[in-house]
C-alpha cells in the first residue's frame, strides 16, 4: 500500500521554526530517497530537499542553512525541521519518494505552512 501523510504545518511569524513530519509506508520508503516538495500558491511543485537510504543529503540553495532533513528508518518517519522561516517558503509541503512522484495516487494531502506577520 503507499501512503504519506504529512503533518505539522501552521501560520508562524518570520523567523519563526517548524517541523515537518512524514508518516511514509514501507512500500515507499524503505530503502528508497525520500524527499520533501513544497507548492507555493499558483506555482508547480518542487522538490527543496531530500535525503537517500544512507543518509546522503541534499536541499536546494534556497533553503540551505535553514532546513535540515532527517529520516527515522526504524519508523518510516521523514522530517522537515524548518528554522528562520521567510514569507517566501509559505507554500503546501508534500513528502514523497521520487521513485514514486510520477504516480498521482502516491500523493498525500500535504501540509500548509504560512508565514506571516
Known amino acids: 500500500q503507499v501512503q504519506l501523510v504529512e503533518s505539522g504545518g501552521g501560520l508562524v511569524q518570520p523567523g519563526g521554526s517548524l517541523r515537518l513530519s512524514c508518516a511514509a509506508s514501507?512500500?515507499?520508503?524503505?530503502?528508497?530517497?525520500m524527499a520533501w516538495y513544497r507548492q507555493p500558491p499558483g506555482k508547480v511543485r518542487e522538490l527543496v530537499a531530500k535525503?537517500?537510504?544512507?543518509?546522503?543529503?541534499e536541499l536546494v540553495n534556497s533553503i540551505k542553512g535553514r532546513f535540515t532533513i532527517s529520516r527515522d528508518n526504524a519508523a518510516n518517519m521523514v522530517y522537515l525541521q524548518m528554522n528562520n522561516l521567510k514569507p517566501e517558503d509559505t507554500a503546501v509541503y508534500y513528502c514523497?519518494?521520487?521513485?514514486?512522484?510520477?504516480?498521482?495516487?502516491?500523493w498525500g494531502q500535504g501540509t500548509q505552512v504560512t508565514v506571516s506577520s
Open positions: 514501507g512500500a515507499i520508503f524503505s530503502g528508497n530517497t
Open positions: 535525503v537517500t537510504a544512507d543518509d546522503t543529503k
Open positions: 514523497n519518494s521520487p521513485q514514486f512522484a510520477g504516480r498521482r495516487d502516491s
